[in-house]
């Protein structure tokens, strides 16, 4: 009776198993799928803050600390902006301008696509490590696998074991024909 309560525990931990698997996998694919989008989404912010930064200098007749930004062709836009943030013009601006406001926006918009850029490596190796475990019990578990190379491996041996069997008793016959030949031999001669 215990052993069947096991064999019921068991086929159940499986399923269980499983269904905690398939969770991993969706939450680290939403995690990576949702960093991304901010990502994308921030990427576009940052686009139209340098516009705006380069309108706002445009109007003073200064020259723009990211216009090099906006003439490139740079799809990692938001690493100009940063480095427009610490640009020696920024000492130059007012510091009660929004154009500060602005620029320090860029820094936490790069920061944050850090943190996200962060978290979609973390949900990559959240789902190499998913794989690796899957891989494991797929080797562990396995076992119509393991019973069919188990099968196929007897039935090899048995083969063999006939031959070698067919073998020994195609030898035994030979031996002994020539034993008894021997054996007449023998009797027939002088030395008996």
């Not at 510091?95 to 500060?100: G, L, V």
């Not at 949900?123 to 196929?152: C, H, R």
Request: hydrophobic content about 35%.
């Amino acid at each position: 009776m215990a052993q069947s309560q096991q064999q019921r525990n068991q086929p159940q931990s499986k399923e269980t198993l499983l269904k905690n698997y398939q969770r991993r996998l969706k939450q680290d694919t939403r995690c990576m799928l949702d960093n991304f989008m901010e990502i994308i989404r921030i990427a576009k912010h940052c686009r139209s803050l340098a516009a705006t930064i380069n309108f706002s200098f445009q109007l003073q007749g200064k020259p723009s600390p990211m216009q090099h930004c906006s003439n490139s062709t740079n799809p990692n836009l938001f690493l100009d902006v940063t480095a427009a943030s610490h640009s020696p013009l920024r000492s130059r601006v007012n510091p009660d301008s929004k154009i500060i406001t602005r620029q320090l926006q860029g820094e936490e918009d790069q920061y944050e696509m850090n943190v996200r850029a962060a978290n979609i490596v973390r949900a990559g190796e959240s789902l190499q490590k998913l794989v690796a475990d899957i891989k494991q019990f797929l080797i562990l578990n396995d076992f119509p696998a393991t019973n069919e190379y188990i099968d196929d491996r007897t039935k090899f041996l048995q083969s063999h074991q006939k031959e070698v069997d067919h073998s020994l008793i195609s030898l035994r016959d030979e031996v002994l024909v020539h034993l008894y030949e021997v054996e007449e031999e023998y009797y027939a001669s002088k030395y008996k």
